[in-house]
């Protein structure tokens, strides 16, 4: 079945960008839907950019809109977040989820990586 593994963080500076990797194993993404969540500090788990598998539809939410650009590699194995202008604020650990064929994101996503802290100092 699906496995999936998330890559990229660090420290960072504001202003600064990242490029978080989520790699999938045991299948690739064909036909799933995949979701990047965060989690803060003390926060609950927040679902930054949904990609719908029914029709290619990106979802950014307004925390990250703007900033943040969502991508697959051709082969389909791994999914990229790219998030610009980091801030303090952006600080949590980031999460990537897949589910087949799904057209929404949610904490009930069936496959989850452990995640990769981002710290984004002032």
């Not at 960072?12 to 960008?17: H, I, K, P, T």
């Not at 990609?51 to 194995?77: L, M, W």
Request: proline letters at 2%; a negative charge; charged letters at 25%.
């Amino acid at each position: 079945q699906l496995q999936v593994e998330e890559s990229g963080g660090g420290l960072v500076r504001a202003g600064d960008s990242l490029r978080l990797s989520c790699k999938a194993s045991g299948h690739n993404f064909d036909y799933y839907g995949i979701g990047w969540f965060r989690q803060a500090p003390g926060k609950d788990r927040e679902r930054i950019v949904c990609y719908s598998s029914h029709d290619g539809k990106i979802d950014y939410s307004d925390s990250v809109e703007g900033r943040a650009t969502f991508a697959k590699d051709s082969k389909k194995t791994t999914a990229y977040l790219e998030l610009n202008n980091l801030q303090p604020e952006d600080t949590a650990v980031y999460y990537c989820a897949a589910d087949w064929f799904a057209d929404t994101c949610h904490s009930d996503m069936k496959f989850w990586g452990k995640g990769t802290r981002v710290t984004v100092s002032a």
